[in-house]
């Protein structure tokens, strides 16, 4: 669906395809074949807390870039792209009633881009999986309770620093899963699934648009 926001993202940026600025409208037949190739698969992090994670492609190439637009530059019309790789993570958990929760951002980067950019991925993915007979909500249920750095350009040990304790929860019914645009270290993932856990959830899960692939994991 192309809103008017869409139509104000391409004219402010030049209508060009998010994925690899060719001129052109929204994302070019390329880019979709290069997306309409990945497949979600299993992610796994050695860290505590951290769930039983899917990811809906590799964090490269075009998603990276995609990814990228879509939280920095306002690019709102890769939403339904990259909701559809979040809903194949999703499925790949079982069917089953399931309620999805975002990571929060921060206000800041919400100030930013004047969306926030996981909610919406989250809420289009929930919408296509709706429609698929699926049973899922999704719900703001963790957010932060105190000021972060900005992850980006901090290393690992770094960013578990500015992390661990920094998210709170309210309690969700059923099985969760924590809703994220990338996940790299998995630092983020697994501070929204502590809380969640503290806030008396059984299931947690994580399920993310994309992921990086460790070391030798290829
Ligand atoms: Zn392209």
């Known amino acids: 669906m192309t809103t008017w926001l869409d139509v104000a993202a391409d004219l402010v940026l ?24 990945d497949s979600p698969f299993e992610v796994t992090r050695r860290i505590e807390n951290f769930p ?28 339904g792209a990259l909701a559809e790789l979040l809903a194949g993570a999703v499925a790949l958990h079982g069917d089953g009633p399931v309620t999805l929760v975002p990571v929060p951002s921060t206000p800041a980067a919400v ?27 999704v719900d703001r249920a963790v957010r932060h309770v105190r000021r972060l750095e900005d992850q980006a350009g901090l290393d690992t040990a770094a960013r578990w620093a500015n992390l661990r304790g920094a998210m709170v929860a ?5 099985r969760v899963l924590v809703v994220d645009d990338v996940c790299t270290t998995g630092a983020t ?17 994580a399920a993310t648009v994309s992921a990086t692939l460790l070391r030798g994991h290829r």
């Open 14 to 37: 030049g209508a060009t395809c998010p994925g690899c600025g060719h001129p052109g409208w929204g994302l070019c037949s390329a880019c979709r074949g290069a997306l309409a190739r």
């Open 170 to 174: 309210r309690h969700v019914r059923g």
């Open 111 to 137: 100030r930013r881009r004047g969306y926030d950019s996981v909610h919406l991925i989250a809420a289009e993915a929930a919408r296509r999986l709706r429609h698929r007979g699926v049973d899922v909500g």
């Open 189 to 205: 993932v697994a501070e929204a699934c502590r809380a969640l856990r503290e806030a008396g959830v059984g299931e947690c899960g």
């Open 52 to 79: 039983a994670a899917t990811a809906g492609g590799v964090y490269e190439r075009v998603l990276r870039r995609l990814v990228a637009a879509h939280k920095e530059r306002g690019a709102r019309q890769s939403t």
